[in-house]
């Protein structure tokens, strides 16, 4: 394992993860009195080696740790947070309205949802099982789930000897919180701006209603701030805050132009052809067509809503067409 010191006193602890990104950044920031955890990875037991390993490279014992972060729901930030609490008896800290979700979400009920949106979205018969097999399996990997401890916008939270304050930053989840440390400009992104890649901005069973539009306004918000190092959730940190908010808009705002032009070319679409036309040949696993469907149908639901398509409901496949 390698642990990197990205500012003084923060660690990198990349822990693996059973999706298709690897590995996902956890960090852990020392402090006078002990240590702050910020996301977890799935609880599985290559992330429990790794945590042990990164806890024995940094010298941490299980009772040094104050507190552990959640930014968000999605299992690769949450899912050992309740193993890592058991471990330490430190609180597990999310936004309030996360906790909500996290809630509705790591239930079985939610594994019926995704089927029915899966099949409202025309995704092919032989590829549902498989998307229900994942979610179960996602499941088991997010438990035994944490006592949390809620945290409202504007809060301050202490990373190490640190203080950040509580962003609410909605789009790739609902609840999602980005964490803000104006002194020295750091930015704890978690997955609402990724260097070199675009966070996944999927509506679905488990998101509110117009993720992009949230997503977008996140940006917005966060750009303005005077960021010098940001910490992301995946991949490598970078300093160019403002210049990589606008090249994700203008990501999403080129992927809605070409879901217009797959309308267009298509007369109608369903969600799963969209997503099909987008993203074809990386749909290789449940994972990626889960994301693949979601990032399809978030740009046909803000496209809808902004009367750019029409959207055809009648209890079957959901369609999509060019307004007349
Ligand atoms: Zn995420």
Request: charge should be negative; hydrophobic fraction near 40%.
């Amino acid at each position: 394992m390698e642990i990197t010191e990205l500012v003084p006193g923060i660690y990198r602890v990349p822990i693996p993860i059973p999706a298709p990104l690897r590995e996902v950044n956890c960090y852990a920031a020392r402090g006078r009195h002990g240590w702050t955890l910020v996301d977890t990875g799935f609880h599985t037991a290559a992330a429990e080696e790794a945590w042990r390993q990164a806890f024995g490279l940094l010298g941490i014992r299980p009772s040094d740790i104050e507190a552990i972060i959640v930014t968000h729901f999605h299992p690769d930030h949450y899912g050992a947070a309740g193993w890592l609490q058991r471990l330490s008896g430190a609180p597990v800290y999310m936004h309030d309205r996360e906790v909500a979700v996290a809630r509705r979400v790591w239930r079985e009920a939610t594994v019926k949802d995704l089927e029915t949106f899966a099949e409202r979205q025309a995704v092919p018969g032989h590829l549902r099982p498989g998307l229900v097999e994942r979610r179960r399996q996602v499941l088991s990997w997010v438990q035994p789930q944490p006592e949390v401890t809620p945290v409202p916008e504007g809060a301050s939270l202490a990373v190490g000897d640190r203080s950040f304050r509580v962003l609410w930053t909605p789009g790739h989840t609902d609840g999602l919180m980005v964490l803000w440390n104006e002194e020295e400009g750091i930015l704890l992104a978690n997955d609402l701006i990724l260097g070199d890649i675009s966070p996944n901005i999927s509506a679905g069973p488990l998101a509110a209603p117009d993720p992009l539009d949230r997503y977008l306004a996140s940006l917005a918000k966060v750009r303005e701030l005077p960021a010098v190092r940001v910490l992301p959730g995946h991949r490598r940190p970078f300093d160019d805050l403002r210049n990589r908010c606008d090249e994700l808009r203008a990501h999403h705002e080129r992927r809605l132009k070409d879901v217009v032009d797959i309308v267009r070319r298509r007369g109608e679409a369903t969600g799963w052809e969209v997503a099909l036309d987008l993203f074809g040949p990386v749909m290789n696993s449940s994972a990626n067509v889960e994301f693949a469907l979601g990032e399809a149908v978030a740009h046909l639901e803000y496209l809808a809503r902004r009367s750019a398509l029409t959207v055809t409901d009648e209890g079957g496949a959901v369609r999509y067409r060019l307004p007349r």
